[in-house]
Structure formats: C-alpha cells, structure tokens
C-alpha cells in the first residue's frame, strides 16, 4: 500500500524559510511533486522531480526561491522554501506518479499525501 507522509508546514515569518518533506512507502515512483492550494484558489503546481535523473521542474513563482530534492536511500523528497512571501500561503501537497508524464500536470500523479499547512505572516 502507497503512502505519502508530509511534515515541514507552519507558520513562518515573510521572508523566512520552511522544508518540508513527503515520506514515501510501499514502491518507488516515476515523479514526484508538490501542489499547493490557497483558499478559494485552484491547486497548483509548484515543483517536481524525476526520481532516476534528478531533472526538476517549478512554476515560475517560485523559482530562485524554492529548491526540491530527494533522498533515494529514504525514499523521502524535499521542498526547501526560502524567501517566503504570503503569497506562498497554502496547503502544500505531495504527490507521486508511476509514469513519467508532464511533471506540471497533476494528473499525472496517482497519490496524494493529506497536505500540509504553511503560513506566511505579512
């Protein structure tokens, strides 16, 4: 059985940092990526990383600012966020594919991770 475990999210001060990480069980992925959603915004992409290759992919909000990386002995990906605007202020979610299909798109990915709260106070 598939299971993504987030951590990482809080509250954080503009312009301070935050890493989360997505735990990964039950198999190795294809990709893997980060979605966030703002209240009474769609979900977004945000970043994603090919697990073999390392090739990465971010929305242009957030490039120069956020770093994604993973750690293939855990299993576990990273999304350091620096420089945190309110903007940013979201329910980040992990998300893992079999394929490896457009990275960006989330249907892509067959499993999500419940999400996690990260606030950035103005």
């Known amino acids: 059985q598939v299971q993504l475990e987030e951590s990482g999210g809080g509250l954080v001060q503009a312009g301070g940092s935050l890493r989360l990480s997505c735990a990964a069980s039950g198999r190795t992925f294809g990709s893997m990526g980060w979605f966030r959603q703002a209240p009474g915004k769609e979900r977004e992409f945000v970043a994603a990383?090919?697990?073999?290759?390392?090739?990465?992919a971010y929305a242009d909000v957030v490039k120069g600012r956020f770093t994604i990386s993973r750690d293939n002995a855990k299993n576990t990906m990273y999304l350091q966020m620096n420089s945190l605007k309110a903007d940013d202020t979201a329910v980040y979610s992990c998300?893992?594919?079999?394929?490896?299909?457009?990275?960006?798109?989330?249907?892509?990915?067959?499993?999500w991770g419940q999400g996690t709260q990260v606030t950035v106070s103005s």
């Open positions: 990383i090919r697990w073999t290759s390392g090739l990465t």
């Open positions: 998300a893992a594919a079999s394929s490896y299909r457009p990275m960006y798109r989330a249907s892509t990915y067959d499993y």
